[in-house]
């Protein structure tokens, strides 16, 4: 079978069933004494495009998209490793810039590597700590379904062929990591991600868009991009947060437009 064909979840799903991967339900692996680590890579011409973006903010973003994981984790960010691949002829001045959007996070790099490749990738791991982490697999009937902020910013962005930077929500997701059933933060699209909340959980999403509130010049459609880095929670009381649906007995996610049936794509690797 292809990865074009398994997808992201298929591969996954096949790891662990051989035994060469475990404990990989949540957005970052948890280990003794609440240390929290996670990864994400950023590929050039597949997470960016560089007259798309200045190397400011793609150092801003490399760092994001892994502080996100930490923030739905409930952690406190302790630090980053920044591995850096890229051709011969970048610019030093270029790649200062780059660290200099890391720095901007206010969570320091503690060590790394540099490489050589044939385009530019960066791989960060960023760790901290929680004295406690949801997951996604803890969601029941009767919860609410909550949001930290608005959504479809990257995919109005993606349309105007720019990219926005990353919200970070550390102090969100210490206060959700407190009390909430399941967190993850919103990368592959609304309906993609909760669908993991479903699916762990083993129960149904109801989500009514009407109530999810747009990012300024997102349309509907633009829920479906992903890469929001928002973060979805169940909670037994919204808490002040964005209240946008609800779990139920069942199974899958249930889209609804004013109480009518309403699909959104997400985003799936290898397809």
């Given at each position: 079978m292809k990865l074009s064909e398994a997808g992201e979840l298929g591969l996954l799903a096949e790891l662990e069933r051989r035994g060469l991967a475990q404990r990989i339900e949540n957005d970052a692996a948890a280990f003794g004494a609440g240390v929290i680590v996670t990864q994400d890579a950023l590929v050039e011409d597949v997470h960016f495009r560089l007259e798309w973006i200045s190397w400011r903010d793609l150092g801003w973003r490399a760092a994001a998209v892994n502080l996100s994981d930490l923030a739905a984790s409930g952690a406190d960010a302790e630090g980053l490793l920044v591995t850096l691949a890229a051709p011969g002829d970048v610019q030093v001045e270029d790649v200062v810039e780059l660290?200099?959007?890391?720095?901007?996070?206010?969570?320091?790099?503690?060590?790394?590597?540099?490489?050589?490749?044939?385009?530019?990738?960066?791989?960060?791991?960023a760790i901290g700590r929680s004295e406690r982490v949801p997951g996604r697999g803890g969601a029941r009937p009767g919860d609410q379904l909550v949001v930290t902020g608005p959504l479809g910013a990257a995919g109005a962005a993606f349309r105007r062929e720019s990219y926005v930077r990353p919200p970070l929500r550390l102090t969100e997701g210490k206060q959700l990591g407190a009390h909430a059933n399941a967190v993850l933060d919103i990368s592959d699209g609304l309906a993609v991600d909760a669908g993991h909340i479903a699916s762990r959980s083993g129960c149904r999403v109801v989500i009514e868009l009407e109530?999810?509130?747009?990012?300024?010049?997102?349309?509907l459609s633009d829920l479906g991009f992903g890469?929001?880095?928002?973060?979805?929670?169940?909670?037994?009381?919204?808490?002040?947060?964005?209240?946008?649906?609800?779990?139920?007995?069942?199974?899958?996610?249930?889209?609804?437009?004013?109480?009518?049936?309403?699909?959104?794509?997400g985003w799936q690797h290898f397809r």
């Open positions: 660290y200099e959007g890391i720095a901007e996070t206010e969570v320091p790099v503690l060590g790394g590597d540099v490489s050589r490749a044939g385009r530019i990738m960066l791989s960060v791991t109530r999810v509130p747009l990012a300024a010049g997102a349309e890469e929001d880095y928002e973060l979805l929670a169940a909670v037994e009381s919204p808490s002040g947060h964005i209240l946008i649906g609800h779990c139920e007995e069942g199974a899958g996610v249930e889209l609804t437009l004013n109480g009518e049936p309403y699909e959104l794509g």
